[in-house]
């Protein structure tokens, strides 16, 4: 298996890049009959190695779905991790991606998943299925549920219903909605060719209405003095988690949060309006939390306990006010549901990744 974890490693890399994930997102890996190499969650496509990837027994991943899983989403989720956890073979470094059993559910040996902004322009739009099943009918679409195990169960029933209705044959690509895609192959050109198909299809498709294909210019930064006035409220306001402050000019935020990543890293919800301490409290008690990105009238500010955080959240908020842009192609933006929000913000696995990267 030496060959192959070169090849999802240098398929790691190569779809590591900006266009196709932010921060610690994606995934990626391969298999044989018996295992299957993921990589850890948290680590960044870019920084794996062979040697990184880590090994399970996919007899014992299987019995997942075996499971009496108990009705409580806490209990069956800690449940389910004590599986996984079991399923990882001996002196294999890191947690595994909870996404694994996704990926095993995949009869190719290689699975490729990320969260191209021009993917989930259309993936995180209120025509995102119609689109898909008109512009690409071979692949599969799955409206949104939460990841994890649920997630895998929705997989595996809609993976074996395609293999039914098209010959034992299963997508290439497979779109999620508010989330990204998976794509699926037996070699690497085969992963390339299906990543290339869909990414030329989509530029082609803003480009003739004219929206951004690139990140959008940013707007000037705020003046020095303003900047100063922000960061004096932010800090004496959120104390240590802001330490580090960024600011550039203003963008038409999103609304709420568009997909798992931009959650986890910047939060659901964006602070608007002038910045005062009353005003950043009154959100805290609405939301549950303090926010880490703050959108003025004169600038975007974000925050953070270090420097990565505090940049991360930022070029995710910036991120989703693009999306935000791309969804008018189909119909506008989709956001997360409450229910959905709920469980990310709650969910054990989202913390440790956000932690890891």
Known sequence: MQTALETIATLSHEFGADDYVMGGGGNTSCKNEVTLWIKPSGTTLQALAPDRFIAMDRARLAGLYTLAAPPDAAAREALVKSVMEAAVLPATPGRASVEAPVHDSFQARFVVHTHPTLVNGVACSLGGAAFVRRRFPDALW?????????????????????????????????????????????????????????????????????????????????????????????????????????????????????SPDHLVYAKSFVYEGLLTADAIQAFAARRGYLPRVFSTPDAIYACGATATTASRAMAFAVNAAWIRQLARACGGVQYLSDAARRFLENWEVESYRAKQS
């Open 142 to 258: 799955l409206d949104y549920c939460d990841p994890g195990y649920t997630l895998s169960l929705h997989v595996r029933e809609a993976l074996a219903d395609y293999r039914r209705r098209h010959g034992d044959r299963e997508p290439q690509v497979m779109w999620l909605e508010n989330h990204g895609i998976f794509v699926a192959g037996d070699t690497a050109d085969d992963i390339r060719a299906a990543y290339a198909a869909v990414m030329e299809t989509l530029q082609a498709f803003y480009k003739h209405l004219g929206l951004p294909t690139a990140p959008p210019p940013a707007p000037p930064p705020p003046a020095p003095e303003t900047a100063a006035a922000a960061e004096r409220v932010l800090r004496d306001t959120l104390g240590a988690e802001a330490a580090v402050v960024v600011a550039q000019g203003p963008v038409a935020c999103a609304a709420g949060p568009v």
